[in-house]
C-alpha cells in the first residue's frame, strides 16, 4: 500500500480547504494513511509531514508498520496533539467531525484553550478511500474467496433442527480455520418467519422444514472486509417462494449487468428497486441496493435512492436486494462487486440459484 502517496493526497484537501492540520481518530482512516493495525492512536497530518502518536502499547508496534514519524504518549494522547500543533504553531486545524467523540474534542480544546480554530471536516479520507486501488481489491477478493469456500463448505450443516447460533458458529470456526483475521460483523442466520427480519443476527430458534434461511456473513482478511449473503430453502418450495426469490435474483442480476461507472448511486439503487416494485413488491424492499466495502464493511458510497453522488471506476461495492414479508419469511442474495466503465464485475463466486437442501 502507498501510504506516503494517500498522505499527500489528504495534504492537497487540507491546502484545498485552508487547513493547516488535520487530526485523524478513526482507525480505519488511520490505518488507510499510515498502516496502522492495533486498537489506539492519533494521527496528525500538517502540510509538511504525518505524525502517529502511540501510547506504550503500541509504540513498538507502529515503529515497524507505520509510515509516519511515532510519538510516545505516556499519558495523553491529547497532550502530545497539543504539544505538536503549539511547537509547530498550527493555528487552523481540522477535526473528524463524524468520528471524534465529545470527550476527546472537549480534551483538546482543554489542552490548546483558544490556541487553534477548530474547524469540523467530513470526508477528507472517507472520500479517498472509495476507489480502492489494486492492492486493496486483491484484498477484498481473497476475503471473499473465503467466505465462499466455507459457506461451500456448510452448506450440508444447514437442515432442519440445528440451531442459528450453532449455524452461525460452525460458519465462524471454519472462517477462522481457514484464514479469517476476524468476523467482518456478526453473523446473520434468519430462518422462518425471522428471514424477513433483514438483520436478523443468529438466535436460538431451530431451523424448520418448508422455509427459507437468509445467510448473511463476512469476514476481515489483511484488514479488507467481504460481506455475501445467500439464502436457501429448506424442504420443497411452493410457487410463492420460488415467485420471491425469483424475483429477488432478477432484480440482482439486473442491476449486477446495467450498473457502469459514473451513474449516479441513486441510478443504481432505480435498477433492483423499479423491478421489485414492478412485481407487486415495492413494499417489502425498504434498505438500500447496496454499500461501498473496504476497510470497514459499511463505507461509501451508499446505494441508495437518496444519494445523487456518481459512483466511481475502481469503487467496490455490495449489490443486495431482498423481499421481506412479516409473518412469512424474506430472501435476500449478495455479491461483492467492482465497479467498472463496462458495468459490474461481480468478484463473489458462489452460485446463486434457488439452492434446496
Known amino acids: 500500500m502507498d501510504?506516503?502517496?494517500?498522505?499527500?493526497?489528504?495534504?492537497?484537501?487540507?491546502a484545498e480547504r485552508g487547513l493547516e492540520a488535520l487530526i485523524v481518530t478513526h482507525l480505519?482512516?488511520?490505518?488507510?494513511?499510515?498502516g496502522f493495525t492495533g486498537s489506539a492512536g492519533i494521527a496528525v497530518v500538517t502540510l509538511e509531514a504525518t505524525y502517529f502518536?502511540?501510547?506504550?502499547?503500541?509504540?513498538?508496534?507502529?515503529?515497524?508498520?507505520?509510515?509516519?514519524?511515532?510519538?510516545?504518549?505516556?499519558?495523553?494522547?491529547?497532550?502530545?496533539?497539543?504539544d505538536l500543533l503549539r511547537q509547530q504553531r498550527l493555528r487552523r486545524v481540522g477535526v473528524e467531525a463524524e468520528r471524534v467523540s465529545l470527550a476527546r474534542y472537549e480534551s483538546l480544546t482543554r489542552e490548546l484553550d483558544g490556541e487553534v480554530e477548530?474547524?469540523?471536516?467530513?470526508?477528507?479520507?472517507?472520500?479517498?478511500?472509495?476507489v480502492k486501488d489494486a492492492e486493496e481489491?486483491?484484498?477484498?477478493?481473497?476475503?471473499?474467496?473465503?467466505?465462499?469456500?466455507?459457506?461451500?463448505?456448510?452448506?450440508?450443516?444447514?437442515?432442519?433442527?440445528?440451531?442459528?447460533?450453532?449455524?452461525?458458529?460452525?460458519?465462524?470456526?471454519?472462517?477462522?480455520?481457514?484464514?479469517?483475521?476476524?468476523?467482518?460483523?456478526?453473523?446473520?442466520?434468519?430462518?422462518?418467519?425471522?428471514?424477513?427480519?433483514?438483520?436478523?443476527?443468529?438466535?436460538?430458534?431451530?431451523?424448520?422444514?418448508?422455509e427459507f434461511v437468509v445467510i448473511d456473513f463476512g469476514v476481515v482478511v489483511e484488514g479488507y472486509c467481504s460481506d455475501m449473503t445467500r439464502t436457501v430453502y429448506v424442504g420443497t418450495p411452493d410457487a410463492r417462494a420460488r415467485e420471491v426469490y425469483a424475483?429477488?435474483?432478477?432484480?440482482?442480476?439486473?442491476?449486477?449487468?446495467?450498473?457502469?461507472?459514473?451513474?449516479?448511486a441513486c441510478e443504481i439503487d432505480a435498477l433492483t428497486r423499479d423491478l421489485i416494485a414492478a412485481r407487486g413488491y415495492g413494499a417489502f424492499y425498504g434498505h438500500a441496493t447496496g454499500h461501498g466495502i473496504g476497510l470497514e464493511v459499511h463505507e461509501a458510497p451508499r446505494l441508495s435512492r437518496h444519494n445523487e453522488a456518481r459512483v466511481?471506476?475502481?469503487?467496490?461495492?455490495?449489490?443486495?436486494?431482498g423481499i421481506y414479508l412479516p409473518q412469512w419469511g424474506g430472501v435476500r442474495i449478495e455479491d461483492v462487486v467492482i465497479v467498472n466503465e463496462r458495468g459490474g464485475e461481480v468478484v463473489t463466486p458462489t452460485p446463486k440459484e434457488l439452492l434446496i437442501v
Open 3 to 14: 501510504f506516503l502517496a494517500r498522505q499527500e493526497q489528504v495534504r492537497g484537501v487540507l
Open 28 to 34: 480505519p482512516n488511520i490505518r488507510y494513511l499510515t
Open 53 to 82: 502518536i502511540a501510547d506504550s502499547r503500541y509504540v513498538v508496534q507502529a515503529q515497524t508498520e507505520v509510515a509516519a514519524h511515532v510519538l510516545s504518549a505516556e499519558n495523553s494522547h491529547e497532550r502530545v496533539v497539543g
Open 118 to 130: 477548530w474547524v469540523p471536516t467530513r470526508g477528507v479520507i472517507e472520500d479517498l478511500r472509495v
Open 137 to 210: 481489491q486483491q484484498a477484498i477478493c481473497r476475503a471473499v474467496q473465503l467466505v465462499a469456500q466455507v459457506f461451500a463448505e456448510c452448506v450440508q450443516e444447514i437442515r432442519p433442527g440445528v440451531r442459528e447460533r450453532d449455524l452461525a458458529a460452525e460458519l465462524e470456526y471454519r472462517l477462522r480455520r481457514a484464514g479469517a483475521e476476524r468476523m467482518a460483523f456478526e453473523t446473520i442466520v434468519a430462518s422462518g418467519e425471522r428471514s424477513a427480519l433483514p438483520h436478523g443476527i443468529a438466535s436460538e430458534k431451530r431451523i424448520g422444514y418448508n
Open 247 to 264: 424475483t429477488v435474483l432478477e432484480a440482482q442480476l439486473r442491476c449486477e449487468a446495467e450498473m457502469r461507472a459514473g451513474m449516479r
Open 312 to 321: 466511481p471506476a475502481g469503487a467496490v461495492v455490495t449489490v443486495e436486494p
